[in-house]
């Protein structure tokens, strides 16, 4: 079983910045790809950024580029999302996504995993 564990939520200064972590445990083979959604009151979850594992490349949602940036630590199968520049449309609750490989070399399985969720509010 795999557990993501979020950090670094919280309510911050339009304009202002916040740091998401998320570190994935549990009997984890490889990670194909971590990163973060969020869903706003009355909207659908979207996707924020995402760090593909496989290739180190990253992808974002075109409402966050310039000022979100997402790295990995490969090593601690951990994500960070740095937020810069942060606009009361960014206050949502952010949930970490992760799709990973476990198992043994008998018997692997590939599935995806959500994180509980945490509030990011951006107010004056």
């Known amino acids: 079983q795999v557990q993501l564990e979020e950090s670094g939520a919280g309510l911050v200064q339009p304009g202002g910045s916040l740091r998401l972590s998320c570190a994935a445990f549990?009997?984890?083979?490889?990670?194909?790809?971590m990163g973060w959604y969020r869903q706003a009151p009355g909207s659908q979850r979207e996707l924020v950024a995402a760090a593909i594992f496989s290739d180190h490349t990253t992808d974002y949602a075109d409402s966050v580029k310039g000022r979100f940036t997402i790295s990995e630590i490969n090593a601690k199968d951990t994500v960070h999302l740095q937020m810069n520049n942060l606009q009361p449309e960014d206050t949502a609750v952010y949930y970490c996504n992760a799709v990973i490989w476990t198992g043994t070399s008998q018997m692997l399985r590939e599935d995806e995993y959500w994180g509980q969720g945490t509030q990011v509010t951006v107010s004056s």
């Open positions: 549990g009997n984890i083979l490889s990670i194909n790809n």
